[in-house]
């Protein structure tokens, strides 16, 4: 805007200083101090033309980075975002991984509901239950974090676990109410051989 305005005051003298030209070149009696004076103007009129010039040169040269920079920028906005948006899916990622890493499922149930579920199958007078290996349904089971899965109380008084789990890596605790909870000393080592505790009582 100022260099709008700048640019039409010039405009304004360049047509006085012609204007004044004009009436020397008809005057024949002008002076020639009015004649240097116009001289003068002109010359400093020229000077300032030529610093505008300057100015407008140095001005669309630094429009020209402006719009340079506003472009690095929008770039960068949008590698930050995505760089952002790729480090979200990394990180649910990996929580999903450890999720999945130290889940384990554990049932505690009666023969009769083990049997329901398919979870085992078999069992008799002379058959021995075995756990079934793929047709039970994981909804059964309820899941948790090994890592902090230290007890399991099974609210009953006789327990038997079919599932492998190393002798020593558990005890069975008997509370005073006579009802036996399944404390784990060794979580690493006990859902070694497998993920799922199945427990009958």
């Not at 002076?31 to 030529?50: F, G, P």
């Not at 980075?65 to 948006?85: D, F, P, R």
């Amino acid at each position: 805007a100022q260099m709008k305005a700048i640019k039409e005051t010039m405009e304004k003298n360049k047509a006085k200083i012609a204007e004044l030209q004009r009436l020397v070149g008809k005057n024949s009696k002008a002076t020639a101090q009015l004649q240097e004076t116009i001289k003068r103007l002109q010359t400093e009129l020229d000077a300032k033309t030529t610093q505008l010039q300057s100015l407008q040169a140095e001005l669309e040269q630094k429009n020209i980075k402006i719009t340079e920079l506003t472009t690095t920028v929008t770039e960068q906005g949008k590698n930050i975002a995505e760089q952002s948006s790729t480090i979200e899916q990394q990180k649910t990622t990996i929580k999903t991984q450890d999720v999945d890493l130290h889940s384990v499922w554990y049932v505690v149930a009666t023969s009769k509901q083990l049997k329901e579920n398919k979870i085992v199958t078999g069992g008799g007078l002379f058959k021995s239950k075995k756990l079934s290996a793929s047709d039970f349904d994981q909804k059964n089971f309820i899941q948790a974090d090994l890592r902090s899965l230290s007890s399991i109380p099974t609210n009953s008084k006789s327990v038997k676990i079919l599932s492998l789990h190393p002798a020593d890596s558990y005890k069975l605790v008997t509370g005073a109410d006579k009802k036996i909870t399944i404390e784990i000393i060794n979580p690493s080592k006990f859902w070694s051989a497998s993920k799922y505790l199945v427990v009958q009582i």
